[in-house]
């Protein structure tokens, strides 16, 4: 939602920081790789030191250099599509990455699977709209996108770590956090799909009226559900 509304607002700030990215010559794809790298090191490390403010404040900047490549390929003039399939991807196994390594620690497994397929139900409820109609990227400000989870994330470690020095075990507010945050990303995906069925269904009745055959409504479903996700 924030990066959808403040699009316009936001990608100047993230072009301005990547200068020292685009000065020292790195490409979106290699942005992206690094970004992987620093946020698998930061889950890594959390399995070590099980401090959930540091936990946070690595992931912050670790997703903030991860956020860059959009902004290196824009400057650099190198979008590509594959690049955009890339940085996806990477995407989720980020998330995967960080929520694993959270329920490693505080032993919340079944929670953290919840959490996880919310977002990447969110992620693949407008990909598979787009195999069969196109749509604009854009034109989804849902509630609890990627950056919100981020920042979400990154929230509940900081307040886990502040609220464990007043006396409340990091693993209650880890624990809550999680149950909110799987909520609001099923809740999420429930608002893409709605909106996938009402574009879907529009595109269904327009074709009808243009008179095309019946085979041709659902030709796109011939491909494989997993084609993109």
Same mark, same amino acid.
């Given at each position: ?15 301005? +920081? ?13 942005? #992206? ?50 690049? /955009?399939? !890339?940085?996806?991807?990477?995407? &989720? ?6 929520? *694993? ?14 959490? !996880? ?21 854009? *034109? ?8 919100? &989870?981020?920042?979400? =994330?990154?929230? +509940?470690?900081?307040?886990? /770590?502040? =609220? ?7 693993? #209650? ?9 799987? =909520? ?7 608002? &893409?799909?709605? &909106?996938?069925?009402?574009? =879907? ?25 997993? #084609?993109?996700?």
């Amino acid at each position: 939602m924030i990066d959808g509304l403040f699009k316009r607002h936001i990608d100047p700030l993230w072009e301005s +920081m990547a200068s020292p990215l685009i000065k020292a010559g790195m490409s979106p794809n290699q942005v #992206t790789a690094t970004g992987l790298a620093l946020v698998t090191l930061s889950s890594a490390l959390y399995l070590w030191h099980e401090s959930p403010a540091l936990f946070g404040l690595m992931l912050a900047f670790a997703f903030a250099f991860d956020a860059l490549d959009g902004a290196v390929a824009r400057r650099r003039d190198m979008c590509t599509k594959s690049g /955009g399939y !890339f940085d996806a991807m990477v995407d &989720r196994y980020q998330e995967l990455a960080v929520l *694993a390594s959270i329920a490693a620690v505080s032993d919340l497994w079944a929670l953290a699977l919840i959490a !996880f397929s919310g977002g990447v139900m969110t992620s693949y409820a407008k990909a598979r709209t787009a195999i069969e109609i196109p749509i604009s990227n854009e *034109a989804w400000p849902d509630f609890f996108e990627r950056l919100e &989870r981020i920042i979400f =994330l990154c929230a +509940m470690l900081l307040a886990a /770590g502040g =609220l464990s020095l007043a006396g409340l075990p990091a693993g #209650t507010t880890i624990a809550a956090g999680l149950a909110i945050y799987a =909520l609001l990303a099923h809740a999420t995906s429930v608002q &893409r799909i709605r &909106r996938a069925i009402s574009l =879907l269904r529009a595109a269904d009745a327009l074709h009808r009226d243009d008179g095309g055959p019946e085979s041709d409504i659902s030709k796109a479903s011939s491909f494989p559900a997993g #084609t993109r996700s």
